[in-house]
């Protein structure tokens, strides 16, 4: 089983009970968004529903979702991740996106 790292905002690390920044998950089968976030919500619960609507499994608005510096947030969810972030070599990263004006 394929381990993923995933960088998440501090805010999700401190609700999530104080991890550190990067978080190493087990993924079961392939590496895309949906798979790595499905294996983040069952390694710790608390996070289900921050990240992801509940229901529907789609994306927070202000949510981004970056792999190896590109930003993956409007792929599909079901579209393989690059072979770094799969092998562990570089991190999903998580980011609460700013808005304001």
Known sequence: ???????LPAHLRTLAGGLGREVPVSVDGAVTQRSVLDALEAAYPMLEGTI????TKVRRPFMRFFACMEDWSHRGLDEPLPKAIAEGREPLMVVGAIAGG
Do not use: A, G, L, N
């Open 52 to 55: 992801r609507d509940h229901s």
């Open 1 to 7: 089983m394929p381990i993923v790292r995933v960088e």
